[in-house]
């Protein structure tokens, strides 16, 4: 069987063969005119990366097997799982905006073992294993060295299409309150984006009020960079906690503290 070191670097090759693909797909003059020609446009970018990635990861790993439902949550069987976000950030990329990416997971019996997210545009490679630290482009990322909320830039995002009013409530309350507490808050898509930039150091705190399949990549690469991640209850984060606050150290408990008091 192949090590994990191996697996990475066949998906990320292969990763790379896709975001090429989404690359001829993709112009900053795309624009959709209406629902029929924009899940059509979503549709046709999620095959063009799935086409190359499925195959690839299948063989990189025999035995593996595949979900690409983004949106899903909750446990998955034992094995050895490709949790695949063809394009995260779709929407954004079908209307020409830059915010994009190819997230792919490794999930083994129930664990985040490895983790890719590609940004094409930017030609920016995060990557991690599980114990081996996370990167950008081969260089070692540090989350960052924050201690104070009031210095941080804070962010969160729409996971999934569609909110009940009382979550679309609850979201914008912890909005709301963040925006008193914290230097900056972003309130964007895709999550994994997000994500990244807090393993870069980048940002400082990323919190979501849901957890869905597409994070599980990114919230690694947060881990592997020296961040915190844990539930809305403090409790350590799994791929079926409900919420996650995903920092640097130095503010997590700060960002924790927020959101708790809200719920």
């Known amino acids: 069987m192949p090590t994990d070191t191996d697996v990475l670097t066949s998906a990320t090759a292969a990763v790379r063969v896709a975001g090429a693909r989404l690359l001829r797909r993709f112009s900053t003059e795309s624009r959709t005119s209406g629902m029929t020609d924009l899940l059509a446009a979503l549709r046709?970018?999620?095959?063009?990366?799935?086409?190359?990635?499925?195959?690839?990861?299948a063989e990189a790993l025999p035995g593996s097997r595949w979900t690409d439902d983004e949106h899903g949550s909750g446990p998955l069987p034992d094995g050895d799982w490709w949790v695949v976000d063809p394009v995260g950030g779709n929407l954004n990329a079908v209307h020409g905006m830059t915010d994009w990416n190819i997230g792919v997971s490794l999930v083994r019996d129930g664990r985040p073992v490895l983790a890719v997210l590609y940004a094409p545009l930017q030609g920016e490679m995060f990557t991690a294993i599980a114990g081996g630290g996370a990167f950008l482009n081969g260089v070692r990322l540090s989350v960052s060295a924050k201690t104070g909320l009031d210095?941080?830039?804070?962010?969160?995002?729409?996971?999934?299409?569609?909110?009940?009013?009382?979550?679309?409530?609850?979201?914008?309350?912890?909005?709301?309150?963040?925006?008193?507490?914290?230097?900056?808050?972003?309130?964007?898509?895709?999550?994994?984006?997000?994500?990244?930039?807090?393993?870069?150091?980048?940002?400082?705190?990323?919190?979501?009020?849901?957890?869905?399949?597409?994070?599980?990549?990114?919230?690694?690469?947060v881990r592997e960079a020296?961040?915190?991640?844990?539930d809305l209850e403090g409790k350590p984060w799994d791929i079926t906690s409900d919420g996650y606050v995903a920092a640097a150290p130095g503010v997590h408990d700060a960002a924790l503290t927020v959101l708790r008091d809200l719920r």
């Open 44 to 57: 046709g970018n999620d095959t063009a990366v799935a086409d190359v990635l499925r195959p690839a990861l």
């Open 151 to 221: 210095a941080a830039l804070v962010g969160t995002g729409q996971a999934q299409p569609g909110r009940e009013a009382g979550h679309a409530r609850r979201v914008g309350a912890f909005v709301t309150t963040m925006m008193q507490r914290a230097l900056y808050v972003r309130v964007s898509v895709p999550v994994g984006h997000q994500l990244a930039q807090v393993a870069a150091g980048r940002m400082d705190v990323h919190w979501q009020d849901e957890n869905v399949r597409s994070h599980i990549g990114p919230v690694l690469l």
């Open 226 to 230: 020296g961040g915190l991640v844990t």
